[in-house]
């Protein structure tokens, strides 16, 4: 019996995060998603990802501390992004980067240094990149703010206000984990190799950039502009539907009900974002609902953390080709977890296929 997809199938186990599509739950090793988005800093959460509980005051301000000295580049990846044409994509940016970083760290590099480091530059060169395409020199990292706050301010060059902070944290902390999902897996098929950590996150970055995983905030956007008001919300849609477009924002390939991460970045976007778009969206949302659950009943369809993403992510002033980007720079501090859990525990992840192709032809010369 075949999945398509490995859909259903169980492929391993996992202490870090549980994904209950059927009830919209997740967890991070026992903490619900919503404790930790109204309770923990990103760096609460990559302590608890990384070392397997919660950390302590002490514990955790050590932790902010390793990872900023952590923050700046190499000179070789600060080469490679100068070198970098202003017209590539920012993801493109990020895979080239880590991988240029990895080509100078020695070893299999899979511990914990390795991932605090790593996920502390990721931030650093989506922020260099972004200015460097803009031709402006990088901000250097500030050592007084958090990883969040500082985040904003290498891109902007400007201390970010307490609303983008509070959003800012929240998004990274909704994203930082979310079991076996394809860039998850793809850093644990590499790393189940025996391959190095630098080479794991290249790996997931690449799964990540593709639209039906990482590349649907943006897109969420586009569908709002194109989209444009209430008015022209049902027409539109329907016509999308007939097409069998996507509406992005909608589905979820675990969560049969609506993604928690959705129901928690709503209220943060009715909060802080821009009042016309965050009215535009709600709408859009609650009709789209009604579309597809009329069109596609048997499917259920519900809001996924795509569609509220960019609305925050908006607000916190970032542009549309950056979101996936920064999706990223949150996800890394799940995909090191991943790493390391799969090498304290490795097995070569070698999954079989069915051959569907002939049998017994025979080659004959021209």
């Known amino acids: 019996m075949t999945a398509k997809g490995l859909e259903h199938i169980i492929v391993g186990t996992t202490s870090l995060s549980l994904v209950d599509g059927e009830k919209g739950r997740l967890v991070y090793r026992g903490y619900a998603i919503e404790d930790l988005a109204q309770h923990a800093t990103f760096e609460d959460v990559a302590y608890l990802l990384w070392y397997g509980h919660k950390g302590t005051p002490v514990q955790v301000s050590a932790l902010r501390s390793a990872m900023t000295a952590q923050r700046a580049l190499t000179p070789t990846a600060l080469q490679v992004l100068r070198a970098l044409p202003r017209s590539t994509e920012p993801m493109d940016a990020l895979r080239t980067t880590v991988s240029a970083l990895g080509a100078s760290t020695p070893g299999t590099n899979v511990d914990i240094e390795h991932a605090l480091a790593l996920t502390s530059q990721i931030a650093t060169i989506n922020a260099t990149f972004h200015r460097l395409r803009q031709g402006q020199e990088p901000v250097r990292p500030r050592a007084d703010l958090d990883h969040a706050a500082n985040y904003l301010y290498m891109i902007s060059g400007k201390e970010p206000t ?167 720079a949150s996800r890394t501090v799940g995909w090191t977890a991943h790493i390391l859990e799969q090498a304290a525990n490795n097995r070569l992840i070698r999954p079989d296929v069915e051959y569907v192709g002939p049998l017994q032809l025979q080659w004959t010369s021209a």
């Open 162 to 328: 307490d609303a983008q902070r509070r959003m800012m944290n929240a998004y990274l902390v909704l994203l930082a984990d979310h079991g076996m999902n394809a860039s998850t897996f793809a850093a644990r098929v590499v790393t189940s190799t025996g391959s190095d950590l630098y080479s794991a996150v290249t790996a997931a970055l690449g799964a990540l950039k593709g639209p039906l995983h990482g590349g649907a905030p943006s897109k969420v956007m586009d569908m709002l502009d194109a989209i444009g008001s209430r008015e022209n919300a049902e027409n539109w849609m329907r016509g999308a539907i007939a097409r069998k477009d996507r509406l992005m924002g909608f589905g979820h390939r675990v969560y049969k009900t609506t993604d928690p991460r959705a129901e928690i970045l709503r209220e943060i976007a009715r909060q802080y974002s821009d009042p016309a778009l965050f009215d535009l969206a709600q709408f859009v949302e609650d009709r789209a609902l009604a579309l597809l659950h009329e069109t596609k009943p048997d499917q259920r369809l519900y809001t996924n953390v795509e569609y509220y993403s960019a609305a925050v992510m908006h607000a916190v002033g970032l542009p549309r080709d950056m979101f996936t980007a920064t999706f990223a």
